[in-house]
């Protein structure tokens, strides 16, 4: 008989929803264990994400920053590339991230186990240990945070040159010709870095734009942006077949401006989504029900049907992001610890770090006209801002979407240099129920790209400054 | 036919400018007022709303390239059957008057205020709700505040006329919430059991040492319920039983039912009853009576205000029936279906539920052989109806069926006594068998 830990809470999955939780359920006094198959926590935000990715992208987007200065008079040189000490780099931020995880960890007594861990019943689970031991934990609660994985693209095909996510970030050679399928952000910033490495990227989208679900205006700019830096962007086309040559991948494409079906390519990243962690939890042991696309049914506690079990992250529904995880777990340890509270935020913001950044939060103006609310929207160009202009980055708009009765502010999007930084005080702004006025009226340092947001909303109440129209104000 | 789409006149003075941003492309569809284009004069940036509704056939002008007002943009293939588009008023070449300030400056207010594709779909009643998309007004901190006090944020008035909930509000919301309820507590000691109604607060499931459980906070109703039986149940009482043989009765009702229908009433066994105990508290005034004990004393009401419980799916209501020995048969029926569905519909005004002299508690729908009400203190007595039936009863030699009552008094005996109790109600059932003896009394 395995040794049997008894333990108030076990979080299965120590990503950023897991780890959060786990945190916040020791602090809250709570007896807590945290498994997850990696060395310390992290997940794949930090492993095989979020963390890696933006490692990659800042790199990528000095060597594009040098290579644009030339435009406004400063030369450097074709940049030489080690690309052992960029690997290198990128997994030194990530040990030292997820090592800062185990450390706090460990400050918080929660009980890390590295291993594998399924349900017996709802509250008892399996666990083997990355050591070959076996164990059985004993749980009044569980939390299951077992997150996502890359989506397969038809059937698996066995060979080094067919990259996912998890593999693509960690770089050993630059591939002469890259084929990317998938126009959504993975395939956009792992793409980017590839193209400005030196590869040159074929991008695939099986629909009719890149980013689907992003209002078009802010995809706009970045699609100009990256017919430079991508060798060929091919919507609207399929892939009808991958096959393994000798050397590269053979690779059949179906689509209008597709001239040449059959190319060979170094190597291929498929970029095709993600799909929840919903198996080999032993959930059938369990009263847990899972939806038909193998997401965990929640309600807005993240309690699954199943009354001593709680599912957070990816594996509980979309939207895929690190930040609602962790505000999803953190919830559930106060809903544990005996607090009535509930996941109910008013907007969840999104960021795609491409060059130009897309950040959005709340409504977008393709959900306010399907779903029928009244909504005033206003633009505001980034070539009316000083400070977009000095970083020559006219391109970027910041766009408000309001209530047109009340002008509360429903949604905000952003296209831009750092539209990932300025998107926090438009959720914010959402979050406290601000309205027009409140942001025309708060003063934003200048010269700064955080105007924009001050001045879009200025612009629909007829007073942005670097804005003209005629106001319809009678005096 | 193809259309063009020129630039129209950028105000004052201004007789160049430069493309910023085009925002639509070749074989895109626009419409009237949709933002087409960007033009950056100086510091300041316009867009350009178009003017006609269509397909656009080509563009003729490119990002960054200067322009000056009337120069071709679009050619439009504009559509058939879309509105008619007023005479183009962009067609306009420069024109160099300078015009009256601001007056006739025809770059349209930018400001785009969408049409929702179906407008109609967005008033109530059509089963959309809009209004569920839209956060409500308040910051994260007062959405779980009122969370932890039980409290529906679209209950809570906001004190700020842009309609966002501050804390206070839900503060001030909670503190008369509360205090509502203390003056019903107050109200109740003399008069009714349950008043006020609050959310019931949604149950959360959890376990004990045996298994889940689910722990629920109790309805305001439910407390008031409590309480008040509590109190009622310190009065020594005694439940006498007996049958009513309402079989003429019931011909009666059958034969009026369709004409008080018509009234818009309901004519039931109840309202009989109702009507034969009011007479009957004439009769024995100590039934429609209180008592004092610490002034020792017996107040006997002069008023016959009869209280009916009323089942709802919050708890038990009891509206009250004023006057009833003033209204007749015809009103009575009316006015209780009336008081009941208020009940059901948590619509019942505070003072519809006090003054009662009496209760009559009426399971008849539900089945049962007889039970014993509890006395609604400070009242003194309780009458309880349960389901009539078909009985053999032995008249002139044999088994007739008949069609009994059972009726069931619960009484304060600290005020009746037994054979008081059981000449009331006897004398409820023989007003009950034979309605017309009342009027001989």
Redesign the interface.
């Given at each position: 008989m395995p040794e049997v830990i008894q333990t108030q809470v076990a979080v299965i999955g120590a990503g950023p929803g897991g780890y959060g939780c786990a945190f916040m359920c020791a602090d809250l006094g709570l007896q807590t264990v945290l498994i997850d198959v990696e060395k310390n926590p992290g997940g794949t935000c930090l492993y095989r994400g979020c963390i890696p990715t933006k490692a990659l992208l800042h790199i990528s987007h000095v060597i594009s920053n040098a290579l644009e200065a030339e435009k406004f008079g400063v030369h450097f040189q074709k940049p030489k590339l080690d690309i052992d000490k960029i690997r290198k780099n990128v997994q030194g931020v990530v040990e030292h991230l997820t090592g800062g995880l185990g450390q706090l960890t460990k400050l918080r007594n929660i009980n890390y186990i590295q291993g594998r861990a399924s349900f017996l019943d709802s509250n008892t689970l399996e666990v083997f240990l990355m050591d070959g031991r076996e164990l059985r934990i004993n749980a009044e609660y569980t939390v299951i945070s077992a997150g996502s994985r890359p989506a397969l693209f038809g059937q698996p095909i066995d060979s080094p040159d067919i990259m996912n996510s998890n593999t693509a970030i960690n770089i050993e050679e630059i591939p002469e010709r890259l084929l990317v399928i998938g126009g959504g952000y993975i395939g956009l910033e792992l793409g980017t870095v590839y193209a400005t490495l030196g590869s040159e990227v074929t991008l695939v989208e099986v629909t009719d734009g890149l980013l689907p679900g992003v209002d078009r205006?802010l995809v706009?700019p970045l699609e100009q942006h990256l017919e430079k830096v991508l060798h060929q962007i091919h919507l609207k086309t399929l892939v009808k077949q991958l096959k393994p040559q000798k050397k590269g991948i053979s690779v059949e494409l179906e689509g209008a401006d597709i001239k040449k079906p059959q190319q060979i390519f170094d190597k291929v990243l498929v970029s095709v989504g993600r799909k929840p962690n919903s198996s080999g939890l032993g959930l059938k042991n369990t009263n847990v029900s899972v939806d038909e696309k193998g997401f965990i049914r929640v309600d807005e506690q993240r309690?699954t049907t199943d009354?001593?079990i709680f599912a957070i992250g990816d594996v509980a529904g979309g939207p895929m992001l690190a930040h609602k995880a962790t505000h999803e777990g953190r919830t559930v340890a106060e809903i544990i610890s005996g607090?009535?509270?509930?996941f109910?935020?008013?907007?969840i913001p999104a960021v795609v770090f491409t060059d130009p950044e897309i950040a959005w939060c709340?409504?977008t103006?393709e959900q306010?006209?399907?779903?029928?609310?009244?909504?005033?929207?206003?633009?505001f160009?980034w070539?009316?801002s000083g400070r977009a202009m000095t970083m020559f980055r006219g391109e970027g708009l910041t766009k408000l979407i309001t209530?047109?009765e009340?002008q509360?502010i429903?949604g905000c999007g952003i296209v831009g240099a750092n539209a990932g930084e300025l998107i926090g005080e438009a959720t914010l702004a959402?979050?406290?129920?601000a309205?027009l006025e409140d942001l025309d009226l708060t003063i934003h340092p200048h010269p700064t790209l955080s105007e924009t947001i001050m001045e879009s909303a200025g612009?629909?109440l007829?007073k942005s400054t670097?804005?003209?129209?005629?106001?319809?104000r009678k005096e | 036919m193809p259309k063009e789409f020129r630039l129209p006149s950028l105000?004052e003075n201004v007789a160049e400018a430069t493309i910023?941003?085009i925002?639509v492309k070749v074989g895109d569809t626009i419409r009237k007022g949709q933002?087409v284009l960007?033009i950056?004069?100086d510091?300041?940036?316009?867009?350009i709303p178009s003017s006609l509704d269509g397909k656009i056939l080509e563009i003729h002008v490119k990002e960054g390239q200067k322009v000056k007002p009337g120069i071709l943009i679009f050619t439009i293939d504009e559509q058939t059957g879309v509105g008619t588009a007023p005479p183009e008023p962009v067609a306009t070449p420069i024109v160099e008057k300078t015009p009256p300030l601001?007056k006739e400056?025809p770059?349209?207010?930018?400001?785009?205020?969408?049409t929702?594709?179906?407008p109609t779909?967005?008033s109530v009643g059509t089963g959309?709700k809009?209004k569920s998309?839209?956060?409500?007004?308040?910051?994260?901190s007062v959405?779980?505040l009122a969370?932890?006090l039980?409290i529906s944020l679209e209950d809570v008035p906001a004190s700020d006329p842009?309609?966002?909930i501050s804390a206070e509000d839900v503060m001030a919301y909670h503190k008369r919430k509360t205090e509502g309820i203390h003056v019903v507590e107050s109200e109740i000691k003399h008069d009714i059991p349950a008043s006020e109604i609050v959310e019931e607060v949604e149950g959360?499931?959890?376990?004990d040492s045996w298994g889940?459980i689910v722990i629920e906070s109790m309805s305001t109703i439910r407390k008031k319920t409590a309480e008040q039986m509590m109190r009622s149940w310190s009065a020594p009482q005694v439940t006498h039983f007996d049958k009513a043989n309402i079989t003429q009765l019931e011909e009666l009702r059958e034969a009026w039912s369709k004409k008080i229908q018509s009234t818009g009433g309901r004519l039931s066994m109840l309202i009989f009853t109702l009507k034969v105990v009011a007479e009957a508290l004439k009769k024995f005034p100590k039934f429609n009576a209180s008592i004092d004990l610490e002034k020792e004393q017996i107040i006997y009401k002069k008023y016959y205000h009869i209280g009916v419980a009323v089942d709802t799916e919050y708890g038990l209501l009891v509206p009250v029936i004023r006057d009833v020995n003033k209204k007749s048969i015809k009103e009575l029926s009316i006015e209780l279906p009336q008081l009941a569905e208020k009940a059901r519909q948590r619509k019942l005004a505070l003072e519809e539920l006090q003054g009662a002299t009496f209760t009559i508690s009426n399971l008849g729908g539900l089945g049962g052989i007889g039970f014993t009400p509890i006395v609604n203190a400070p009242q003194v007595a309780i009458l309880g109806m349960s389901r009539s039936s078909m009985e053999p009863i032995y008249q002139n030699g044999t088994f007739v069926p008949q069609l009994m009552l059972p009726l069931s008094l619960s009484y304060d005996h600290r005020v009746i006594d037994g054979a008081e109790s059981a000449r009331f109600v006897r004398w409820i059932c023989n007003a009950l068998e034979n309605p017309w003896n009342m009027f001989f009394e």
């Open positions: 205006d706009r309690r009354p001593y607090k009535n509270v509930a109910e935020p008013q907007a709340g409504l103006e306010a006209r399907s779903k029928n609310i009244p909504v005033q929207v206003s633009r160009p070539s009316a209530h047109a009340t509360q429903l959402i979050e406290m129920g309205t612009a629909l007829g670097h804005i003209y129209r005629k106001t319809s | 105000g910023g941003k925002l933002t960007e950056e004069t510091k300041a940036v316009a867009e601001q400056t770059i349209p207010p930018v400001v785009e205020k969408p929702p594709l179906r779909s967005i959309q809009p998309d839209i956060p409500i007004l308040a910051p994260p959405r779980r969370r932890e039980g842009s309609g966002k959360s499931s959890s376990r889940p």
